[in-house]
């Protein structure tokens, strides 16, 4: 039986007919087997990955000599931290759902639930531009790199680039162009180095490339079980991997040319809600509803670090680093954000402000501010 | 209370793990021995037992999970907001006083958890029961909930008086401080699971995620992929960490403060003025940045430029001016990428060449194997190729070189903003222009051609 087989053995476990007639979705062969041949198949299965998985857990252990707070022990603890909500942006009728930054450092580009994606110039507090999308439940935006453009999508299955027009009379809908297409609701979107490439993440369980000229999709990237909610480009010097977090549990890191999933790790015990590479690329952090933020070590192929705290339950929507990679700061779903010392594993600081659901947090481009999108439908500005 | 007969198949898994582990708070607050000390609370002319203050309940938080009072208020109004803890002498204030006080526990059997989601019909029984007990108990909300749930369950409408009738005659039979108490633990129930209107659902969970393709397709490949993978050592790696932090603090804005001031705290662009694309003398701490790493270089334009002007004095130009095309070709439109890498070949690539890049054989004959037929990545290997010549070659020498160590000489360190006198006087923000504006502009100026008037307006937006 081929390797591709496997996954249609795995999904069709609790049949119970005498002869089993199927066709493997990804290899198209026709299988006939009994009953009594497909137990015995899956059981052989299982132990071959039970095996395999424990297998890699042992070589994962081997290389692992220390631990992340005993290397920081050397490293200088951080002193009381102030940080306030330096601007508050009022506008949106519903949840805010996501932010992102533009690369000139103080725009922002933020999209809700009730269908609407705002531009404000956030130093400033001022709207810029505002477009209602034909669906609500707007899971994801993206400010173009050249700031040209905003690309966003959600409850539509799709992904849409708007080009900001200055004109205050024209429509921005008018020139819309709808570049990807799901099956199911998009989560998470992101330009890569340039306005022409964007990579998407959607409730059909895969992250996919397309080309925004022409809509072409350029690669696809299965191998989560479930939806697929977050996605980070890695800062690389080659520039080509990405990760991505699902229901399944399961951060992948991706090769963007091949589409192969080149690292997984699997060790929080519910769905990843974010995921934003360490500033150096070497390393990975992940946000959870099991109320953890972890790290993941690229190099050295592992979880390194865990952080949580008996006293904090509810689970955490999104993650970023400060620009130097020291502090990680995490939006959660119990209105708060938690401020942590990424080295010695501590928490640093519990930020108040918000009235709901923190459901976006990003730092900016040149790390002077971070800002954080939530249910209470407003967008905060901390530094 | 009738049978929850809702599947408890529909519940969001994260919302589940949330209120185990509030549970799990809950029931250690109890605790004969480490718990919170109870006492009996007045309540008009009753007493009710097993209260506590909601200054009791902080000092527990407070000691239990070493956090500060804030969080301890924080965390118990979360436990209030979802309806472990009630208020018993104001119940529609669902808030968490440090002070006097009282709260009670609410009983398992009305957890949230327990019957959820909660349902109409005992709602509507719930409902029966105010209005039966005594006429015109109902508050306006609950009166307009009632008539629309008599639409809309017409047809059980008997069941659901006999019930209401039944509970009110079992309650009567109890001793009034349980009947006291079963009211306000129900009534704690329904304000959570059916808030007056302009209160926050607090159970409102977002959209479902229902997807769960239980197909383990590639778990064996990747196990036996990862398996073959060669790991570094924890130590090494988490140096690389420690090393990075060092090496960056000065340059985070949120960890050292920025010169001379933070935009966000002070609302002076100064700091971003300096730190613009092109200025003529750049900061100190960028021009430090470009010798962390060939990468942090390449990043910043200006940095680019002065390592291609430094290039060209070394007569290899044309290394980074082939790595910037093969980007564009990597990053730029498909339709163009043909084209593309044509111009590259000829500029670059091409026996005699004008700007000939030195490539070792293999690669080379690799790459114009690939140029037969162009595709987005079919100058990877040569891009690499010369990126790491630079990095390993030219940039350590620029870094030694006279050109950098002059501009880092001439570097300003900016002034630190003296704090406002008068603190209170906010500083006029000043908009800038959008980068949209800036590329409307010069596409603007290009269509014109050349010697065109002034373009666009320059407006505050």
């Given at each position: 039986?081929?390797?591709?087989?496997?996954?249609?053995?795995?999904?069709?476990?609790?049949?119970?007919?005498?002869?089993?007639?199927?066709?493997?979705?990804?290899?198209?062969?026709?299988?006939?087997?009994?009953?009594?041949?497909?137990?015995?198949?899956?059981?052989?299965?299982?132990?071959?990955?039970?095996?395999?998985?424990?297998?890699?857990?042992?070589?994962?252990?081997?290389?692992?000599?220390?631990?992340?707070?005993?290397?920081?022990?050397?490293?200088?603890?951080?002193?009381?931290?102030?940080?306030?909500?330096?601007?508050?942006?009022?506008?949106?009728?519903?949840?805010?759902l996501c932010m992102d930054w533009c690369k000139d450092k103080r725009r922002i580009v933020s999209s809700s639930q009730d269908g609407k994606v705002i531009v404000w110039d956030a130093f400033t507090t001022n709207k810029e531009h505002a477009v209602t999308m034909p669906?609500?439940?707007?899971?994801?935006?993206?400010?173009?790199?050249?700031?040209?453009?905003?690309?966003?999508?959600?409850?539509?299955?799709?992904?849409?680039?708007?080009?900001?027009?200055?004109?205050?009379?024209?429509?921005?809908?008018?020139?819309?162009?709808?570049?990807?297409?799901?099956?199911?609701?998009?989560?998470?979107?992101?330009?890569?180095?340039?306005?022409?490439?964007?990579?998407?993440?959607?409730?059909?369980?895969?992250?996919?490339?397309?080309?925004?000229?022409?809509?072409?999709?350029?690669?696809?990237?299965?191998?989560?079980?479930?939806?697929?909610?977050?996605?980070?480009?890695?800062?690389?010097?080659?520039?080509?991997?990405?990760?991505?977090?699902?229901?399944?549990?399961?951060?992948?890191?991706?090769?963007?040319?091949?589409?192969?999933?080149?690292?997984?790790?699997?060790?929080?015990?519910?769905?990843?809600?974010?995921?934003?590479?360490?500033?150096?690329?070497?390393?990975?952090?992940?946000?959870?509803?099991?109320?953890?933020?972890?790290?993941?070590?690229?190099?050295?192929?592992?979880?390194?670090?865990?952080?949580?705290?008996?006293?904090?339950?509810?689970?955490?929507?999104?993650?970023?680093?400060?620009?130097?990679?020291?502090?990680?700061?995490?939006?959660?779903?119990?209105?708060?954000?938690?401020?942590?010392?990424?080295?010695?594993?501590?928490?640093?600081?519990?930020?108040?402000?918000?009235?709901?659901?923190?459901?976006?947090?990003?730092?900016?481009?040149?790390g002077t501010a971070f800002c954080t999108g939530s249910w209470d439908h407003t967008l905060r500005i901390w530094a | 209370m009738t049978i929850n007969t809702l599947a408890k198949g529909g519940w969001h898994r994260e919302q589940m793990t949330c209120f185990q582990k509030m549970e799990k708070v809950i029931v250690a607050m109890q605790d004969p021995d480490m718990g919170m000390k109870m006492r009996n609370q007045r309540l008009l002319i009753t007493v009710i037992p097993h209260a506590m203050t909601g200054h009791d309940i902080i000092t527990w938080l407070i000691q239990k999970y070493?956090?500060?009072?804030?969080?301890?208020?924080?965390?118990?109004?979360?436990?209030?907001?979802?309806?472990?803890?009630?208020?018993?002498?104001?119940?529609?204030?669902?808030?968490?006083?440090?002070?006097?006080?009282?709260?009670?526990?609410q009983t398992p059997y009305f957890w949230t958890s327990t019957r959820w989601p909660a349902s109409e019909l005992d709602y509507a029984i719930y409902l029966a029961k105010k209005n039966i007990r005594k006429q015109g108990e109902l508050m306006e909300y609950e009166k307009e909930r009632y008539s629309v749930l008599h639409k809309r369950i017409n047809h059980t409408w008997d069941f659901v008086v006999m019930q209401a009738r039944e509970q009110l005659r079992a309650s009567k039979q109890r001793r009034k401080a349980d009947r006291i108490v079963l009211e306000c633990q129900e009534q704690a129930y329904w304000l959570i699971n059916r808030p007056p209107p302009g209160v926050g659902n607090v159970l409102d969970m977002g959209l479902e995620r229902p997807n769960n393709f239980s197909l383990r397709v590639t778990l064996i490949e990747t196990c036996r992929r990862a398996l073959g993978r060669n790991r570094v050592k924890s130590s090494i790696c988490l140096e690389g960490f420690v090393k990075y932090s060092e090496q960056y603090q000065n340059h985070d804005p949120i960890m050292q403060g920025c010169l001379p001031s933070n935009p966000w705290i002070s609302d002076d662009t100064a700091h971003w003025t300096m730190n613009a694309e092109m200025v003529p003398t750049p900061t100190r701490l960028r021009v430090e940045c470009w010798s962390f790493?060939?990468?942090?270089?390449?990043?910043?334009?200006?940095?680019?430029?002065?390592?291609?002007?430094?290039?060209?004095?070394?007569?290899?130009?044309?290394?980074?001016?082939?790595?910037?095309?093969?980007?564009?070709?990597?990053h730029g439109e498909s339709s163009k990428i043909a084209e593309k890498v044509e111009e590259v070949y000829k500029n670059f690539l091409a026996p005699g060449a004008a700007r000939w890049v030195n490539i070792d054989s293999k690669t080379m004959d690799k790459t114009l194997e690939g140029i037969k037929r162009p595709h987005r990545f079919v100058m990877d290997d040569a891009q690499m190729h010369i990126y790491f010549l630079m990095k390993k070659d030219s940039y350590p020498r620029y870094l030694k070189s006279d050109l950098y160590k002059n501009m880092l000489a001439k570097a300003i360190?900016?002034?630190?903003?003296?704090?406002?006198?008068?603190?209170?006087?906010?500083?006029?923000?000043?908009?800038?222009?959008?980068?949209?504006?800036?590329?409307?502009?010069?596409?603007?100026e290009d269509g014109r051609g050349k010697g065109a008037g002034p373009a666009g307006t320059n407006s505050d937006v």
């Open positions: 039986m081929s390797e591709w087989c496997i996954c249609s053995v795995f999904a069709l476990q609790k049949v119970s007919i005498i002869i089993v007639i199927f066709a493997c979705v990804v290899c198209k062969y026709i299988i006939y087997l009994s009953e009594v041949q497909l137990n015995e198949t899956l059981a052989h299965l299982k132990t071959e990955s039970e095996t395999l998985k424990s297998k890699l857990e042992e070589e994962r252990a081997k290389l692992h000599d220390v631990e992340l707070h005993q290397v920081a022990e050397k490293v200088e603890g951080l002193g009381q931290f102030v940080m306030k909500t330096r601007r508050t942006l009022k506008g949106h009728g519903n949840k805010v669906c609500t439940w707007v899971m994801a935006c993206a400010y173009a790199p050249s700031g040209c453009a905003v690309a966003c999508g959600g409850l539509d299955n799709k992904c849409s680039v708007y080009p900001l027009s200055l004109d205050k009379n024209e429509n921005l809908a008018a020139k819309k162009k709808s570049v990807a297409m799901h099956t199911n609701y998009l989560s998470a979107c992101s330009f890569t180095n340039s306005d022409m490439q964007i990579l998407t993440s959607s409730g059909d369980g895969t992250c996919a490339l397309w080309d925004v000229e022409s809509g072409q999709l350029l690669q696809s990237f299965h191998g989560h079980a479930a939806d697929v909610l977050c996605l980070d480009l890695a800062p690389s010097e080659t520039g080509n991997t990405f990760v991505s977090g699902g229901c399944d549990k399961k951060a992948n890191v991706w090769d963007m040319r091949s589409g192969q999933c080149i690292q997984s790790f699997e060790t929080h015990e519910s769905d990843i809600n974010s995921v934003r590479y360490y500033p150096s690329g070497d390393a990975f952090a992940s946000g959870s509803d099991d109320a953890t933020c972890r790290l993941y070590d690229l190099r050295a192929d592992r979880e390194v670090a865990i952080y949580s705290k008996e006293s904090i339950i509810f689970g955490v929507s999104s993650v970023d680093f400060s620009l130097s990679g020291r502090l990680l700061f995490g939006g959660y779903n119990d209105y708060t954000i938690n401020v942590w010392d990424v080295l010695k594993g501590t928490r640093v600081s519990i930020l108040f402000g918000h009235e709901n659901r923190v459901s976006t947090l990003r730092v900016s481009p040149d | 070493s956090i500060c009072e804030e969080e301890a208020l924080h965390l118990g109004g979360m436990l209030l907001k979802y309806g472990y803890i009630y208020p018993l002498k104001e119940p529609r204030s669902i808030v968490l006083h440090p002070d006097e006080t009282p709260y009670r526990f790493s060939f990468m942090e270089l390449l990043k910043d334009v200006m940095g680019r430029k002065e390592f291609m002007t430094y290039l060209e004095k070394e007569f290899s130009g044309e290394n980074l001016c082939f790595w910037q095309a093969c980007e564009d070709i990597r360190i900016p002034q630190e903003t003296k704090k406002s006198v008068f603190p209170f006087m906010r500083r006029q923000r000043h908009s800038s222009p959008s980068p949209a504006q800036a590329a409307a502009q010069a596409t603007e």
